[in-house]
Nanobody
Framework: QVQLVESGGGLVQPGGSLRLSCAAS????????MGWYRQGPGKERELVAS???????NYADSVKGRFTISRDNAKNTVYMQMNSLGPEDTAVYYC?????????WGQGTQVTVSS
């Protein structure tokens, strides 16, 4: 059974940085597209960033220039460096990975930006 486990969330002050990680287990081949969604208080879940196995990236307009997604295919791990965080980035961040055409989700990690 494929599982995704996120880490790296927490409380950070406005203007600060965090790095999220998401590691997949239970799979022997490289996962296709991996990425991050987030859901803020009272908001719908939205795509933050994604990266293909070949390294092609896609970002939400709201995070372009501030967030950087990367991955290690050998480890089936995806990372997201988040800089210049603001209160609007407060959300639960969910990692996902497409195993074939089937999306697998992590349990989520809380990111809170507050002074």
């Amino acid at each position: 059974q494929v599982q995704l486990v996120e880490s790296g969330g927490g409380l950070v002050q406005p203007g600060g940085s965090l790095r999220l990680s998401c590691a997949a287990s239970g799979i022997r081949f490289s996962i296709n597209t991996m990425g991050w969604y987030r859901q803020g208080p009272g908001k719908e879940r939205e795509l933050v960033a994604s990266i293909t196995r070949g390294g092609t990236t896609n970002y939400a307009d709201s995070v372009k220039g501030r967030f950087t997604i990367s991955r290690d295919n050998a480890k089936n791990t995806v990372y997201m460096q988040m800089n210049s965080l603001g209160p609007e980035d407060t959300a639960v961040y969910y990692c996902y990975g497409n195993v074939g055409s089937i999306p697998v989700w992590g349990q989520g990690t809380q990111v809170t930006v507050s002074s």
